[in-house]
Every structure is written in structure tokens, then in C-alpha cells.
């Protein structure tokens, strides 16, 4: 062996003992172990005899250098594993004058433990027999057939910036499935190889290679788990290719990042890994990346999203016997024919917390100029790189581009190969030069020009694809964990629990005082039967006025001559104090005399009024009946204070809101309620105030999270949005419109990679979504069917929707403001009705996802990812985006139309505008008539009339059966003084077996149309449906008025005294009182309605005519006259 330089660190293999073991000739046989490593003899151990129970003591250790500055390296480590071979001594026979030795057993050391940090470990590993070993039939004990081994270094191989900065590469090659027919398993023999390269230092990359794949014919699925297998050739033992512990296990195509992963290319990919050829390697190659290769290799991804996966075919040559010394060139040799190449979307790796991808990928004609043009890759690997590679593929030595390196001590086996074991990966000083700076220039013999590759577009053809799994150990972008997004939120906004009722509050001291007076007036009480009790029994109800006045002036004096009047003030004393402290909170001095005397005269008014309650609840008025009272629920008041906003009285409107508060004051929806109305009035700080008010009460609560994101992005506290939106991802990953938030939040950010992974990951969870809505909607109908083959027949979803057609991410610079985002949407949305009016050609087109094309433009661009098609359809197409015509029925949904249904509800329509931009060039949403409505009730906010006309005429085009758009259309011309048309539209819409999504405001407005032309009958139909569905005070009150004027004053008053309960703040309630009251006659109650009617200020000119006219026929009803 050599000497280890003064530089280079040692490691050392130890093989303590061995388990089961057992020889050809007998249980006791005569075994030494061969230690190998990077095609390198470490050593021979000293030849030990196996115990009867199969046990062998070796204590045998063999060492290698590790020197990363040119020797073995990290990445040797990563890929490369020892070999521990054991082999037996045939005892000698006569006239035999060398030893005989026949190969038990291989065992498989892997040193990634060396890579994690670890100085040393130890490990049981398997011995696995070679073919005929007697191990292959085990021994009867428990222990398996194994080898205890020890690895030990003197310090850590890594540095504490190398594991913290440092990350392990793992690519896996499963299979090309559905490969072109012309690959036989019979001739001439081919190895079929797939080739990429991976960033390293500097300006050079390291290629990864995978050869020796297998071509079966196909007929049945390939089992799973299977294990993966090292990329080594002329492993001795066939169980020894395992890579231990490291298994592909498959899983659900939906769940792929590749290309083909949507439900329609179930069947093909079904039949493709069932019935057709396919190649399998089932290989997994590791590469060490340092901290500046992490670096490159992330900045490269970001640089090049989509990565060339080289795969080619190249005959086999064997070497005759005889010639093992000699290399032969033939015709054939060096043939470089099925070029082709799979583009990898590396993206996802960018993706916060992601360390794996696996999917299929097409694999495509190898053109130089697509290639370079989708990936910026000059360098083909196998015909530019790689020319030594295709005269040194000789059968098992095809696994490297290396030269040999001398191999001492080799097993005097005759091998009918020429090399022995390679691993598919240069040495640092054959590195291959970088793939930006190289070019192509003199094509090897055989290979085609390049601009035809006659033999790769049978790939196409065949629809050929390939399974790939790429994996770090650490995730390139570390995601924040739950905890410290929960810590963060909490920093901002503390929780609040709920306040504890105080026991000396103002409740108490009010309770206090209700005591000492029912106390003194029961003492009083006493005093006065002590001293009139004969009298009274004897007069009974006789006793007039002038005896009681002589009885209180008597008890009055006993009172005072005895103490007890001061006795009582005393006792009563104690419970004002608290009042005036815990009730007023005057627990200072008065500054005035003044403010004195005017506290005292108010606060002698409260305690009287306090004085007949207590008394009350102690002594009831049996005569006085209990008064009804209509308590409103929290739900009336939030439908009282929509009116009032649907109807502009905002100040009512908040009265309403802060009504609701002040009852439930811990009610986070209340707040959120509060903090909607205020986005509406644009009053942004208010309405962030609620949203955190609410997020207070409950840090869990999803919809929380997303409005204090939503109002942290419109008032730029952009980190604070983040912390927000990711939180609310976590909490509630299925959430779709918490990470199409979170999208929209990363496109404001220009984080592209990132913003493409949050609409992805929603899409996934709408498609979940979609698909579990099928599964239950099935199972209530008792209809057992394949979702998955339904699917197939049925809509599929793409990336942001349920339909066919390619999956687009888009990307949309919304200008700064509501206003020019929206005047962007209509400048598009006119030339758009000009193109359809023209022709019936689609309205927009963009084209289906290409690797090759990154499109930047300034404001808006489409960003590609990969798209759905058909697997002989595999060549770049073009694909219009345009809403289908379907009439009644809504046939898709987005994640940026459930964005936008969740941003409407909450009033946040000045973010409603990004998220429209979105919808719009979707490919599964564009103007679509849900679209169109949303874009008309923003309008109708601005009071864009006009414009919003246009759009609900378009969405009429589209859904001509939608109560939506004739209910809108109803709303836009009440707003704009047509009411003709309006009623046209209400009577429309109304008339439809589904109800609109709004018909409070549908009946109410209808109703006062019909007020308006006198049809009191319809009247009083329309606003009885609408008292019915959610009663109100404008309800009842249109109730009352129909009534009043078809002259049922019964069924007005009760109507209108129903109004008047929900809202006694109604002067047009009071002034209809008023009216029913003359025309009845009741002068007392119409001259009570009449002044409160006067006190609201009713502002209807024409209905104060009528009642001073009515009053004047009456002779009554205005106290002024």
C-alpha cells in the first residue's frame, strides 16, 4: 500500500467478527476478507477458521487516505462504499501448489455517516452470498448471515462550515417507460445511458451518470418498494447492489412534480409502466455539494429553471479472450445514436422547506438549438463531453468516464470483461469544463446534424418519458416553522384572554344599592306597622289622603327624634360612594361649585330611578301589566346594519356594528364584521385595529390571519404580511385562499419561484377539494364509481382550475392604485368585445408551456409551467384561452375566483383588483361571466355606471340564466333612476327556480317600485316574502305602507309597530304611525307619533304634506296648532 502523506486524514475499517457463517466444505471452513474501496485493495485480513456456531473473530482493519486536494474526496464518500469481500481457503490437495479459493460472500459499507459529522460508527451489515455459496441456505440460528464493522477517523472529515453550509445530492433514475420500438432486446448488445451535469466549483460541473439499463419487455407493473441500487458494475454479490435502507416506493401521480401528473394521463401512464417496453436502472448516484457549490448549484436553478437530462443508447463491444490486453476499434464503436433529452423543472427545490422532487418528464428530440434556447446549455454531455466515454464502453466498463487506477492484489479470476468496477463520476483533475463555456463544434462520427434527429423524435412518437427523483439532505430555502411564525404573530399582536368579571365593578355597586334600599324600605316598613299598624287594620280602605299625610309627617318626626333617619344615611352612604366611583369614576374633586350642584342634580335623578327599580322588584304593582319587549339578536343587528350600508347610512351602519360589540365584546366575528365596513368606508387603520382585535382573541383563527395579511400589504408592512399569510399556510395547509394570498403577496415582492409555489400548492389543494366533493356527492346518491376513471371522461383540473386545457402560472404587475388596475382590465376587456364582434374566434391566446421561453415583459407576463397533453402529442402547440359558452350553470372555479369570493364578502375590494388581473388571463378563468360580475359590482362601487353596464351585458351574453346578473342588473338600474327597467329585472330574477345569491335587497327595492306605481297589492306580496325570509325594520315597514294604502289599518299598525320595535329611530315608521293614528282616530298616541316624527327630522317633503293635510281633515294630531 501506499504511504499516507503527512496531509491527508486516515480512515480506518475495522471488521470485528462475522455471524452465521458457513464454507463449501464443511461448517468450520478456513476464511480471510478482502477490504476494497474506489477499485482499490485495502488489504487482506489474516485467514481465520469459523467456529462451529458459523462466528469468525477477524479484528481486521484496513485504512484509506481521505485528501480532498487531490486523493479521495467528499464526494468519493458520498457515492462510492466499501467492499468487504469474504472468501474461503480450500484446503490443499496433492501436487496442488497454490491455495484454492472460492468467493462466500460481499458486504456493503456505506460512508455517509462520514458526511453527517460523524468521526466514527459502527454498523451490522449484511453478508450477501454470490451465486452457488453455500450462505445462500442459511444457518437454523437467529442471527443473520452479517459482518460487524467499525469506521473510525481521527476528527471529523467535515468542518462546522461545511455541515452547516454543506448539502448531499441525491438523483435517482427509475425508468424510461414507453420507449420507441425499435429497441429490441435481441442483436447486437446496447447500453442504454442518462447523463446530467451538477454545478460545482467554480466554472466547472460534474457530470452524473447512469448506465447498464435493462430492457424488458413489460407485461406486468414494476414492484414497489423496491430497493435502489449503487451505480457500480461488477458487483460480485447480486444482493450487494442494494443500497441499504434507500428504497423507491412510488406514489400517486397527482402528487408528482413532473409533467405528467394530471388525471387524464392516468390511462397513459398506466398502460406505459404495464404493457409497454421500458428501460429500468433503478439506480440512485450521491454528489457532496460544499457551500459554494450549494451556492452555485442554487443560483443556477434560479438562472436555469429547466435542466437537460441527457439519454442516448451506444453499442456494446466485447472483448474477445485472447485480446484482453488490446483495445479493438470497430465500425461501430463510438456511435452515438438515440439522442435525447428530458427538461427538469429544478424550481421546485427553490421552494421554501422542499428537498425532494420525483415526477415523469417527456423526453424530447436532442436539438442544440431548443436545448440551449429552454436551458442556456451549450454542452451536450455524451457528444461533447464525453468522446472518451464512447471508446471505452466496453461490457462492465461503462460506468465512468475514468482511467483505470492500479489495482494490487487481485482476486486470480479469469473476467470476460476488459474493466472492472466504475462509478459514473470524474476525479477532480478530469473534471469536465463548465457547461456555459464550451461549444459544440466537431459532432462525433454517427451522430446526426444538428438540426435533425430523425432517431429522437421516435422518443415522441412513443411517447417516451422518464421517472427521476432528485433529493437533498437540507432544504435549499429553510422554511419557517410553525412555532416561530405562531411566536412572531404573538410579538405583534399579544392575545388577549377574556377580561374576569370584577367583583367591586359597577354591576356590584349597582347590586349593592338595590340591597341597602330593599334593607331600609323593609325596616321602614316595620317602623310604620310598629306605629300605625292597629289603625290601618281598623280603617282598611277607608283612610283618606289627609290621615296618610298626618302618618308621614308622624313617622317622619319618629324618624328623626330616634336616630333612625341618620341611621339609614349612614347605611345607605357606603353604597352611593360606590357608585359614584365605580359608575361616574369621579374620584377626584369638583373644580367648580357649579359642576358640583349639576353632578349631584344628575346623580340624585340616577339614584331615584334606582330607588323605584329596588322598590319595584320588592313591592310589584300587581295593576301594571309587564311590557313587551323585542330583543334584537346579534344576527338582526348585523342584517340592520347591511341595509344601512347597502343604503349609505354609515353612521347608522356603525352604530349597528358597535351595538353588536358592546354586547359581545369577545366575539372575534363581530370584529371582523366591524373591520370589514370599515374597509368599505376605506377607513384602512380602523379596520386594521378590528383585525387584530380579533386575531387577539384567537391567534388560530384563519380568517384573521388573512385580513391582518391583507391589511399589512395595503398599508406596506410587506414583512408583517408575510409573517400573516405563511402562519395562516400553516396552520391550515388545505386552505386555498390562504396560499393564493400568500402568491399574490410573493408577486408584489417579485419573488417569481416563490409566488409559483404558493398558486401550485392551492391549485393541488382545490383539486383535492374538488375530488373529495365528488367522493361525498357520490356517496349520498349510494353511486359506487372510479373517481379516477371519472376523471377521465369528466373536466380536469390544471394548476388554478377545474377544466381542460394547459396549466399556466401567471404573473401580473398591477400598477399602483385600484383605479389602474381596473383601467387596465377595461382597456383589454373593449378590444376583447371588438375581437369577438369581428369573428368567433377566441378572445385571448397565449401559448402552452415551453421550457425554452422565460417571458419578462414590463407589466404583464405569462410564466410557464408544464402543461397537460397527450403522450404521442408531445410537440409545442398554441392554446386560446376563452371562458366556455355554457349557459345555467357554472362549469369552473379557480383559486383566484375563490380569492376573489372571500376578498368581496369582506369588502377588501381594493385588493379585489390584483386578484381580477389574475382571473383574467388564467387559463381556467379569463372573462368568464363570474368575472364579469364581480367586475361590475366593483364599478357600481365607484358609481361607474356606465361601465358596469357594459360588463353585466356581457356576462348576460355568457350565463343568460343566471339570477346574479338579472339581480345586479336590477341593483345597477335602481341606482341609476331606471326604475322600469329595474322591476323588469327584479320580477325577472325573482321568477327563477334558483334564488340569487342576494334577495334581501332584491324584495326591498322591488317593493318600493311597486309603492311607487301604486301596486299595493304586489307591494304587499313582495315585502311579505321579504318579512318572512329576514325581517327588518324596512321590511316591515313596506309591509305597513302597502297595508296603509289598500286601507288595512290593522295590518299596517301591527306591521308598523313590528317596524318601529326592530328600529324606534325610523321617522318614516313614526310618520305612517302617525297617519294610522288619525285616520283611527287615537288623537293622543297620533300627536305622540307626530312629535317623535318631527323630532328625527323626516326628510320626505311629500308624506309631511299628507299628514298635515290629513291632520287639518281630522281636526287633530299637531300639538302646535
Known sequence: MEQVPSTGRLVQITVTEGYDLKGFKGDTPVTFIRAEFNQVVLGDSAKITVSPEG??????????????????????????????????????????????????GQAVVDLLPLLEGQSSFQTTVPLHPVQGSPLETPRSSAKQCSLEVKVLVAEPLLTTAQISGGNLLKVTL????????????????????????????????????????????????????????????NILAPGANNIPDAFIVGGPYEEEEGELNHPEDSEFRNQAECIKKRIIWDLESRCYLDPSAVVSFQKRIADCRLWPVEITRVPLVTVPKGKAGKTEKTDEEGQLSFHGVAYVNMVPLLYPGVKRIRGAFHVYPYLDSVVHEKTKCLLSLFRDIGHHLIHNNKIGGINSLLSKQAVSKNLKEDKPVKEKDID????????????????????????????????????????????????????????RMPEELARRVKEMIPPRPPLTRRTGGAQKAMSDYHTQIKNISRAILDEYYRMFGKQVAKLESDMDSETLEEQKCQLSYELNCSGKYFAFKEQLKHAVVKIVREKYLKTTSFESQEELQTFISELYVFLVDQMH???????????????????????????????AEVNENFEMAAAYYKERLVREPQNLDHWLDYGAFCLLTEDNIKAQECFRKALSLNQSHIHSLLLCGVLAVLLENYEQAEIFFEDATCLEPTNVVAWTL?????????????????????????QAQMLQAQVTKQKSAGVVEDIEERGKRESSLGPWGITNGSATAIKVEAPAGPGAALSILDKFLEESSKLQSDSQEPILTTQTWDPSINQKPSNTFIKEIPTKKEASKCQDSSAFLHPGLHYGVSQTTTIFMETIHFLMKVKA???????????????????????????????ILKKDFAKAEEYLQQAAQMDYLNPNVWGLKGHLYFLNGNHSEAKACYERTISFVVDASEMHFIFL????????????????????????????????????????????????????????????????????????????????EAEQAYKYMIKLKLKDEALLAEIHTLQETVGFGNPSF
Open 742 to 766: 400568500l402568491g399574490l403577496y410573493y408577486e408584489i415582492q417579485n419573488n417569481d419561484i416563490r409566488m409559483e409555489m404558493a398558486f401550485h400548492e392551492a391549485s393541488k389543494q382545490l
Open 1005 to 1084: 327595492r322591488l317593493g318600493l317600485i311597486y309603492l311607487e306605481e301604486k301596486e299595493y297589492e304586489k307591494a304587499k306580496k313582495t315585502y311579505m316574502q321579504a318579512c318572512k325570509r329576514s325581517p327588518s325594520c324596512l321590511t316591515w315597514l313596506g309591509l305597513g305602507i302597502a297595508c296603509y294604502r289598500l286601507e288595512e289599518l290593522t295590518e299596517a299598525e301591527d306591521a308598523l309597530s313590528e317596524a318601529n320595535a326592530l328600529n324606534n329611530y325610523n321617522a318614516e315608521v313614526w310618520a305612517y304611525l302617525a297617519l294610522v293614528c288619525l285616520k283611527v282616530g287615537r288623537q293622543l
Open 55 to 104: 462466528s469468525a473473530k477477524y479484528n481486521f482493519t484496513s485504512s484509506f487516505e481521505f485528501n480532498p486536494e487531490g486523493g479521495i474526496t467528499l464526494d468519493d464518500l458520498a457515492h462510492k462504499p466499501v467492499f468487504l469481500t469474504v472468501t474461503e481457503v480450500l484446503p490443499k490437495e496433492k501436487k496442488q501448489k497454490e491455495e484454492k479459493t472460492l468467493i462466500l
Open 174 to 233: 427509475e425508468a424510461a417507460y414507453s420507449v420507441p420500438e425499435s429497441f429490441i432486446p435481441t442483436g447486437p448488445g446496447q447500453n442504454y445511458m442518462v447523463g446530467l451535469q451538477v454545478p460545482s466549483l467554480g466554472e466547472k460541473d460534474y457530470p452524473i451518470l447512469f448506465k447498464n439499463g435493462t430492457l424488458k419487455l413489460g407485461g406486468e407493473r414494476e414492484p414497489v418498494p423496491r430497493p435502489k441500487k449503487w451505480p457500480i458494475a
Open 613 to 643: 327599580v329596588a322598590l319595584n322588584q320588592t313591592m310589584p304593582d300587581d295593576v301594571q301589566g309587564t311590557i313587551a319587549t323585542i330583543f334584537t339578536s346579534s344576527e338582526q343587528l348585523r342584517l340592520f346594519a347591511f341595509e
Open 424 to 479: 459514473g463520476r470524474p476525479r477532480p483533475g478530469d473534471v469536465a469544463p463548465s457547461i456555459k463555456s464550451q461549444s459544440s463544434d466537431t459532432p462525433l462520427e454517427g451522430e446526426p446534424p444538428l438540426s435533425h434527429n430523425p432517431e429522437g423524435q421516435q422518443y415522441v412518437e412513443a411517447g417516451t418519458y422518464i421517472v427521476l427523483e432528485i433529493q437533498l439532505d437540507k432544504a435549499l430555502v429553510p422554511k
Open 909 to 939: 375590494v381594493q385588493y379585489v383588483h390584483r386578484v381580477l388581473a389574475h382571473e383574467l388571463l388564467c387559463p381556467q378563468g379569463g372573462p368568464s361571466c363570474e368575472y364579469y360580475l364581480v367586475l361590475a359590482q366593483t364599478h
